[in-house]
Each structure stands twice: as C-alpha cells, then as structure tokens.
C-alpha cells in the first residue's frame, strides 16, 4: 500500500515518543528491557506495554513500572503474535513517532535521543530513523558488533538487496505512515509464516518516505536458541512470502532480493551452526546453492574466506563485516557500549563484488 508523502511532519521540541513493547511470556528479560526504556535520556515517552496473553508473572513484573512510573501502560490482549500485539500499541498511541521494542531486547540510554535529533536534523520527509545493534546473549553480553550497511534517502533498492534494520527493535517511525502501510501483517501467523513482520514493513515505508539512521550501536539484539529467528524454516517461508508479494508491485527488483535472500540463507546457516544444529545449518547451504550458486559463492567468499585471511593479517583490501573493536568488547555487558564504542559514520558495501549501491540521496526518485 502506497503512503501519501505530500505532507511531512516538523517535530516539535518536546515530541512525544510512543514506545510499543509487545511481549509473550517474556519474564525472564522484561524487566531488564523495560528499565532499558525507563532510563532513556530523551524523557518525552509513553510506554505501551501490550501483553499478548502470558501465562507467566509477565503482567506482574510490567505493573510494577506501571505503579512507579505514569509514563508506562500495560495493555493485555489474547494471543494473537507478536504483529498483532504491535498493532494494538501503535494503534492506542498518541504519538506522532512510535518506537518499537521486543520484550527481550536492550536500548542504550541515548538510542531515543540520538534518533530524534537526526529525524530534526533530516528534515520532514522522513518516515524511518534506524541504528546499529550488537548481537547479545542471554547474560546481555556482547556476541557481536557487525558491520551492516547504512543507507539514508529513498533506499527501497538498498533495502530490497538486504535488510538494512535487521530486527524490530532499532526503528523510530511516523505512526501515521506505519497505519497507511497497513502496520505489520498479522497474517503471516495464520500462514504458519511469522518471523518477516517487520521486513514487509520496512520494506513498504521504503518505498514512499526517505529514511536516516544513526551510526551508534543503540540496541542489544537478543540472539537465543529459543526466539523466534530461531524457526529457520517458518522464516524462509516468511520471507519468501513477503518478497513474493513485493515483487507483484516491483518486478524489475528481482535481482536485488536474490541477494537478500541468499544473505538471509547465510545468516541462518550461521545461526544454525552457533546453537549446535549442523544438519540445518547444511540444510541452509544446499538451498543457497540450489537456488542462486553464483551469489552463494560470492557470500561465502566474503562471509568465510575473507575474515580467515583477515586474522592470519592479510589485508584484501575489502570491507569488514564486523567492528575492528569486536574483540574489545565481546564478552562485555552491552552497557559497556554506551560511551566507549567508536561510531562508524562512513558506509561499508555489503557484497564484494555486486554492483555498488548508489546514492540513496542523488539516485533519484523510483
């Protein structure tokens, strides 16, 4: 669905941010993630928390920061997914910018205020503000620090060779756009297909807005064998639907979301192999091969040859994956990176030997 871009929006100085934090059962970090939003440095927030049917001491835990601070409302609902809880949230907002927030993820205390300050500093036509996140464990230590591409302007195609955002927590969007796009497809889970919720949004707010980021790690991505990007099969099929369904409105992308799904394979192949499932993880590299060999060769290229040689000392010259102060901070508490991380302004290209991404700001409008 296409958004009307004719009218954009100047923030005002004090711009209520509505923070959508849909949780399921999610004691065992809630409150963690919950204290994360409470001490954000930008303080003009509501906070929704929209309960999807727990079974567990979730309710209980949220209502203590509901008791204690009047910023924060706990919504509850029937399970339904966590789209549909999403939904929920951004409809009852009364912000003109929501914030989403998985119940098991982390913030840095400027992530809201780094953000606000570029959507002011961008300008009105923007739709989406996004970061960097550092992959983190279950203790909230550090796994990984990786170097993704950032891209502002209209960047649908860069998009659509890879997910910029990467998970649902690192955004800061118009509301009025999210609810013209649709909000996030709830039908997935009724397709037994859930996991690219998010994708297909971006991936419409792409397509009718300009987008900025900040360059800071803000956000601690949650990476257990037990979440939901663990269901490697549901989310091939989530994003193979999504992409389907994209490419009846954008034909000539074709070739760009061959590399996304190749680099969506690779990742999962990686993730299968870090949680112990080789056959899975082989699983993941036959369906690269059999469905794009020659990008498959290239990802390996870069994914595997590259950072061996890169720690043998080896200089090739090309791009690295991850931050040069990973190791520094691997191990650490994702706290450690609100002060000491260096930023990263300047683009790193994805693929060694794709075409190069243009411009998002001189390329023009699609």
Not at 238 to 257: A, M, N, T, W, Y
Not at 270 to 278: D, E, F, L, V
Not at 287 to 297: D, E
Request: proline letters at 4%.
């Amino acid at each position: 669905m296409s958004c009307d871009r004719s009218e954009g929006i100047a923030l005002d100085q004090d711009e209520l941010v509505s923070v959508i934090v849909p949780a399921f059962n999610a004691e065992k970090w809630i409150t963690e993630t919950l204290s994360c939003i409470a001490a954000q440095t930008y303080s003009d927030i509501e906070v929704l928390v929209v309960d999807d049917g727990s079974t567990d001491s979730t309710p209980d835990l949220v209502n203590r920061f509901v008791e204690s601070d009047a910023r924060f409302h706990l919504i509850t609902k029937s399970n339904g997914g966590v789209a549909s809880a999403r939904n929920l949230g951004i409809e009852l907002a009364r912000g003109r910018l929501i914030a989403p927030c998985d119940a098991d993820d982390l913030w840095s205390s400027n992530k809201l205020e780094l953000q606000v300050e570029a959507w002011k500093r961008a300008g009105p036509n923007v739709g989406l503000v996004y970061c960097r996140s550092a992959s983190i464990d279950s203790d909230s230590l550090i796994l990984e620090l990786p170097i993704t591409p950032l891209h502002r302007g209209r960047v649908l195609i860069d998009m659509c060779r890879a997910n910029l955002i990467g998970n649902g927590s690192s955004t800061l969007m118009r509301r009025d756009a999210v609810l013209a796009a649709g909000g996030y497809d709830a039908s997935l889970r009724v397709r037994n297909a859930e996991g690219c919720e998010d994708f297909k949004l971006y991936l419409q707010l792409s397509a009718d807005y300009d987008f900025d980021y900040v360059s800071d790690y803000c956000v601690g991505y949650r990476q257990t064998p037990s979440n939901m990007s663990s269901g490697a099969f549901r989310m091939i099929r989530s994003q193979d639907i999504v992409i389907g369904e994209f490419l009846e409105q954008f034909p000539h992308l074709k070739r760009e979301f061959q590399w996304n799904q190749s680099w969506f394979l690779n990742w999962l192949r990686r993730k299968s192999i870090t949680n112990g499932r080789y056959l899975e993880s082989l699983g993941m590299l036959f369906k690269m091969i059999m469905r794009y060999p020659g990008i498959t060769a290239r990802i390996l290229v870069e994914s595997e040859l590259v950072p061996a040689f890169q720690r043998t000392g080896w200089d090739l010259k090309i791009s690295p994956t991850m931050h040069p102060s990973a190791r520094a901070f691997q191990g650490q508490h994702f706290r450690s990176l609100n002060a000491d991380c260096p930023k990263r302004d300047h683009q790193h290209s994805l693929h060694i030997q794709a075409p190069a991404p243009e411009d998002a700001e001189t390329r023009g409008r699609l």
